[in-house]
């Protein structure tokens, strides 16, 4: 099957990861199954990279990411604010679609600048909502069995940053529904998140928050800065001086995992011996999938 060989670097929004990758794209369900059939190992999935480091690999490691084809970007509506939907497409996108038909509930979110299918593998969440308040049902295959693999509300599975997804599975579309609204006051309170986020996320190429918050009293930011991490720095990347639980690649220049690692680990390391909490990081690691 067809790939194209990348750096890991071009492919998450960190730019983390001097390895390559053979990156698959297939533009249809019959493509995929070939693809997947040619493959010696379950590929790693990648959606838009926007919480995910890359590797500093010697051999191009399998990649596949869904491409913004009809079946993979598909928007189909089933009831009156009930939607079928592609795993390719943006969160952002997808919030906006859906207001101009009079359907709202995602414009909290909708400054996650992810696919709804690495939003669902992430349970993405912002302004105290999480995308799993609105899934219905998922539809997929397991990368590993080679089987569909299906999800239905009642299955559950869902926490903070956790979804009934597993490492293998691919998702390729969900049901979401959502709730009426008017359509200008949906798109005006989109606008406003997209606003808010400018102003507050520090510039620069990054991942988003590095670490979840151990709890609503102790976020992990106050932690961290506590811990005298802003500033710190390794290879291409710092924590940011505004928001300390915030990694950015300053220059947006390809930039070593390992040094990412590192600096991840050190800052983790401050918090455990300042406060005794262990911080759990957010990412997701390619060499680590
Ligand atoms: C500036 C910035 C701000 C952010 N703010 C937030 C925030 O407020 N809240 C928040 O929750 N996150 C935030 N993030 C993190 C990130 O945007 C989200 O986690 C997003 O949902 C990841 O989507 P993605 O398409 O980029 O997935 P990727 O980073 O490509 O992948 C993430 C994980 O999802 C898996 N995955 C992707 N697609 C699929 C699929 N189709 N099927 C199965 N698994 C899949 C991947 O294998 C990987 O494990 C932010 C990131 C940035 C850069």
Known sequence: MRYILHQWAGLCSLRAGLGQVRLYEPATQDELWETLRSLERPPLILARGSNLVGADNAQAMPVLRLPKSAEFALVEQLGPCVFKLGAALSLLETAKLLAAKGCGGLAALAG????????????????????????????GWDLRSNQP???????????????????????????????PAHPEEEKAAIDAELRRRRLINPKGASAGSVFRNPDAQNPAGRLLELAGCKGLARGMFRVSQKHANWIINTERKPGSATDCRLLVNEMKARVLEKFAVELQCEWKWAAEL
Do not use: F
């Open 149 to 179: 693999w299906n999800w239905r509300r009642e299955q559950g599975g869902w926490g903070y940053r956790r979804s009934p997804i597993g490492k293998d599975i691919l998702i390729l579309e969900t049901i979401l529904e959502l709730q």
């Open 112 to 139: 996650i600048p992810g696919s709804l299918g690495g939003a669902l593998a992430m349970n993405a969440g912002a302004n105290g909502e999480e995308i799993a308040a609105r899934v219905r049902e998922m539809r």
